[in-house]
């Protein structure tokens, strides 16, 4: 017997832990933390629901003509200042780059400039520019009188579409850095000038670096509109003042101009993720073969 006992060997680590029970850790963090903010939605809802909102009011108005048309002003203020936001950050960003001092500097000052200022200061400065500019055009062959040239749309656009320039320029800058030197000088062999390479070899592989940041930049622009309301710009925001400064609703005009940039925003959001999607094909593409070939060679040593 006493033989038998020491002959038997001892048991293995695994054996040892197969005997343990296993116990499931318990996040009481977690269930706290979800606890306090199902109570705190609760409560804002509550809030909501008994507060002194007229909700037939905010269904009335939703589909107003004056929000409506608000609605529009939005969406066409947006895209045009994003557009001409893009045309000037992609310039800026490659005057920034450029080893011309003239054109660096250039660069450097309208990005420094529109940076450091307020954007509502810009669009007041645009508004009154006829205060220092009276007349604008060629002397002398043709001229404008700066008031009827400078409209409140004019000046949101200018000054909404100046100013995303000047950030978007820092953007398209990262980017066109992010991509391997080796390209440029790949290009250069094969002679290739500097703007034929940055347009097909260097723009097309940043713009996997650029979609993120400017998407989120078009999102933001949507609701920078509402700052135009100062220089009577007609959007969402704006329309929606006009009408309550008349009937008193001033809580459920804000909630249907609230319900409007959330559904503006939403759509852009969800066109983002398939843009960046898109220009993240070849990226997915790239790393699967990276794999295959991972496996292959590992499979070949083995």
Not at 247 to 255: G, P, S
């Amino acid at each position: 017997m006493g033989g038998d006992s020491a002959a038997r060997p001892a048991p293995t680590e695994l054996e040892r832990l197969a005997g343990l029970t296993i116990v499931p850790h318990r996040y009481y963090g977690r269930w706290v933390a979800a606890a306090i903010i199902l109570l705190l939605f609760a409560w804002v809802v509550k809030a909501f629901a008994e507060g002194q909102i007229a909700w037939k009011v905010v269904g009335q108005f939703l589909t107003a003509p004056a929000i409506l048309n608000g609605l529009v002003n939005t969406v066409i203020m947006t895209a045009c200042a994003m557009a001409l936001g893009i045309v000037l950050g992609v310039l800026f960003a490659i005057m920034y780059m450029s080893p011309n001092p003239v054109l660096r500097g250039s660069a450097l000052f309208y990005i420094w400039f529109f940076r450091g200022t307020p954007l509502l200061l810009q669009l007041l400065l645009w508004f009154n520019l006829a205060l220092v500019f009276p007349r604008i055009g060629i002397p002398g062959l043709i001229e404008f009188r700066t008031i009827d040239v400078i409209t409140p749309f004019v000046a949101t656009l200018l000054g909404l579409g100046m100013n995303q320039g000047a950030y978007t320029a820092e953007v398209v800058r990262s980017g066109i850095l992010s991509v391997d030197l080796g390209q440029t000088e790949a290009a250069k062999s094969i002679g290739m000038n500097r703007l034929t390479t940055l347009r097909r070899i260097i723009l097309p592989q940043a713009m996997r670096v650029i979609i993120p940041p400017v998407g989120n930049e078009f999102i933001s622009m949507v609701k920078l509109t509402s700052i135009a309301s100062v220089i009577q710009y007609s959007e969402i925001l704006r329309n929606a003042q006009t009408i309550y400064y008349a009937n008193a609703r001033v809580i459920e005009l804000l909630i249907v101009a609230a319900i409007w940039y959330l559904a503006v925003v939403t759509l852009l959001q969800v066109g983002q993720f398939f843009l960046e999607r898109f220009f993240s094909r070849g990226r997915g593409e790239r790393r699967i073969r990276q794999k295959v070939g991972r496996n292959k060679a590992a499979g070949g040593q083995a």
